[in-house]
């Protein structure tokens, strides 16, 4: 998942035309991106915009994640608060029936925050680790 960081902002000070244009950049940006790594994006909600990347291991989740940061990055698109930047949450989970969609959402969705409270403008990646206790299910963080 990709969030931009500080968006409100970016809309109610330059306008949400203004805002509408840094999301399609952005998404311009997505889409090369998961073009060139044969991947899926849509935009998720408002600002939020959401990558699958199947069948990759924890470390490619973590190199994807940076480069595709260091992208919009190199962009540089101007903000009320200098260039925009994004928060990026990946969630790695093995296939299987202890793990579910929801359950890669609410961890991607968690990755997000994660990024959002350690500064923004970064990426967190979370493995999904299902317990053995059928009931319930830990995750465990690797950033």
Do not use: W
Request: glycine share 8%; charged share 30%.
């Amino acid at each position: 998942m990709v969030d931009v960081d500080h968006f409100k902002i970016y809309n109610d000070v330059p306008g949400h035309q203004t805002g509408d244009e840094c999301l399609r950049t952005i998404r311009k940006v997505l889409g090369s991106f998961a073009e060139e790594y044969g991947l899926t994006v849509t935009r998720y909600g408002g600002e939020e915009f959401f990558l699958l990347l199947p069948d990759i291991s924890f470390r490619e989740a973590q190199k994807l994640s940076d480069e595709l940061l260091l992208r919009i990055r190199r962009k540089a698109i101007p903000g009320p608060l200098g260039i925009v930047t994004v928060s990026i949450g990946t969630a790695v989970c093995r296939s299987g029936p202890d793990n579910t969609l929801s359950d890669l959402f609410r961890c991607a969705d968690e990755a997000i925050y994660r990024a959002k409270a350690g500064g923004r403008d970064r990426a967190v990646v979370i493995e999904v680790t299902p317990e053995t206790d059928e009931n319930k299910s830990s995750y465990s963080a690797s950033v």
